[in-house]
């Protein structure tokens, strides 16, 4: 019997919305076909991880994410999941020092060739079911027709007003990365003198320090006015949308207080007091980020990331305290720490307030003393950590190394401390910033 153009669209929209449903539904519900360990979500996982290795070889994160369709934070959770249960390892990219690579264990080789003994099964099922040899049929109408599916699915919808995440550059995101995770960076200014610079536009971080040295003032950095913040909201939410804008501590600087105001005048805006600076306001853009991509609204996430800010800590070894002295952070009590040679004083960053919290003798000391810190404070590992460094990217490797066992499990980024948060900290600072495990 024939069909006629509308039976037949009929039967396709029957077809998508009743029974392709159930059948993903039955095989989300059913362990039939893999390990009962594991999430229908977590195979495709272990097969894209599969299929972005290259003989054998661990395969990037990044490519596997971009296979799955996902964020890299995203796959950071269903990864972890993955190496906690055995199925998967990772480790360091030797090639990029920022990124991991994964493998799968002789575990997950198993998962996935008995997923693919069930697709197996299922496609042998039904050439039986249409009665005939595999010879005898032509497969170029259901090939045809999946393709023709998978062209519609994969077609871009119409665009829709996706939230914004803002954040003053004193988050030393970078641009490249801002880039990269979709985040606009408003520059801060700083000033030598009578020259004026914009952070990460006319100057560099590896300039900054380089000028520092070279200086006999105190740089000084400028607090981005109400109107410069409001021209940058505006422009941001033209045309609709709303915005989340991740500012440098109100305790630090008057940023965030021109945020507030600029805010007022602009519908949709969403302004965050960070209560940190650099490698904790880098972590608190990189969970906006997160949250964004998972759908979250403006609103929720502004409050999600103003409460994980009152979990946020950052913990530094510096070379000296006079940087913060001489600049007004802390008073010349508190930055007296001894003569003796070799000392580092050890710094944290909370609730927007800057305080000396110890010393050791030695670089591996003082990343001794912070691992201790950090193990009386817990680390939760649902967030990610951010470690970074003043111009001393080669001490980075012996902090994380030192806190390897503390932030297991977490999703580790990178930032350079630059020149607003830099004029403060001086040159040879290393540190970590990471979300304390709640109160229970």
């Known amino acids: 019997m024939g069909y006629d153009g509308g039976r037949l669209k009929d039967e396709i929209r029957k077809f998508f919305s009743e029974t392709l449903n159930d059948i993903l539904k039955l095989e989300e519900n059913s362990t039939y076909g893999r390990p009962d360990d594991l999430s229908l979500k977590e195979i495709h996982v272990i097969e894209a991880a599969a299929n972005a290795m290259r003989d054998g070889a661990p395969a990037r994160a990044s490519d596997i994410a971009a296979e799955l369709k996902v964020t890299p934070g995203t796959l950071t959770a269903a990864a972890d999941s993955l190496e906690k249960k055995g199925y998967v390892l990772r480790t360091r990219d030797i090639d990029d020092k920022?990124?991991?690579?994964?493998?799968?264990?002789?575990?997950?080789?198993?998962?996935?060739?008995?997923?693919?003994?069930?697709?197996?099964?299922?496609?042998?099922?039904?050439?039986?079911?249409?009665g005939a040899r595999e010879g005898d049929i032509d497969p170029r109408p259901l090939i045809d027709f999946m393709e023709a599916a998978r062209a519609v699915c994969l077609k871009k919808e119409p665009p829709k007003h996706e939230v914004k995440i803002l954040a003053?550059?004193?988050?030393?995101?970078?641009?490249?990365?801002?880039?990269?995770?979709?985040?606009?960076?408003?520059?801060?200014?700083?000033?030598?003198?009578?020259?004026?610079?914009r952070q990460d536009v006319d100057m560099s971080a590896a300039r900054f320090y380089e000028l520092l040295s070279e200086s006999k003032e105190q740089p000084i950095t400028s607090q981005l006015t109400p109107?410069?913040?409001?021209?940058?909201?505006?422009?941001?939410?033209?045309?609709?949308?709303?915005?989340?804008?991740?500012?440098?501590?109100?305790?630090?600087?008057?940023?965030?207080?021109?945020?507030?105001?600029?805010?007022?005048?602009?519908?949709?805006?969403?302004?965050?007091?960070?209560?940190?600076?650099?490698?904790?306001?880098?972590?608190?853009?990189?969970?906006?980020?997160?949250?964004?991509?998972?759908?979250?609204?403006?609103?929720?996430?502004?409050?999600?990331?103003?409460?994980?800010g009152e979990r946020l800590v950052m913990l530094a070894y510096i070379p000296t305290l006079k940087y913060l002295v001489r600049g007004g952070r802390l008073s010349a009590t508190a930055g007296v720490v001894g003569s003796a040679l070799n000392i580092y004083p050890i710094i944290s960053v909370r609730d927007g307030a800057v305080k000396s919290v110890g010393k050791a003798r030695g670089k591996n000391a003082a990343c001794a003393e912070i691992a201790r810190m950090i193990k009386k404070e817990g680390v939760d590992n649902a967030h990610g950590v951010v470690f970074g460094h003043a111009a001393a990217r080669d001490d980075i490797a012996r902090l994380q190394d030192a806190l390897a066992e503390l932030v297991g499990g977490c999703e580790i980024s990178y930032c350079e401390i630059g020149a607003v948060i830099g004029a403060h900290s001086g040159p040879g600072a290393v540190g970590v910033a990471f979300i304390k495990r709640a109160d229970e």
């Not at 600029?262 to 940190?276: F, I, L, M, N, Q």
Request: charged share 20%.
């Open 98 to 130: 920022r990124g991991v690579r994964v493998v799968l264990t002789a575990r997950g080789v198993g998962a996935r060739e008995q997923h693919a003994a069930y697709h197996a099964e299922l496609a042998e099922k039904i050439v039986s079911y249409l």
């Open 168 to 197: 003053d550059s004193a988050c030393d995101l970078g641009t490249e990365e801002a880039a990269r995770l979709g985040v606009t960076l408003l520059p801060m200014n700083i000033l030598f003198g009578e020259t004026a610079y």
């Open 227 to 308: 109107f410069i913040l409001e021209r940058a909201y505006r422009e941001i939410t033209h045309g609709g949308g709303e915005a989340v804008a991740i500012h440098l501590a109100s305790a630090l600087s008057g940023t965030y207080q021109s945020a507030v105001l600029a805010a007022r005048e602009t519908p949709g805006v969403y302004t965050v007091d960070s209560k940190s600076a650099t490698l904790g306001a880098s972590l608190l853009v990189r969970e906006a980020v997160k949250l964004r991509d998972a759908g979250t609204g403006a609103a929720e996430i502004a409050r999600r990331i103003a409460a994980l």
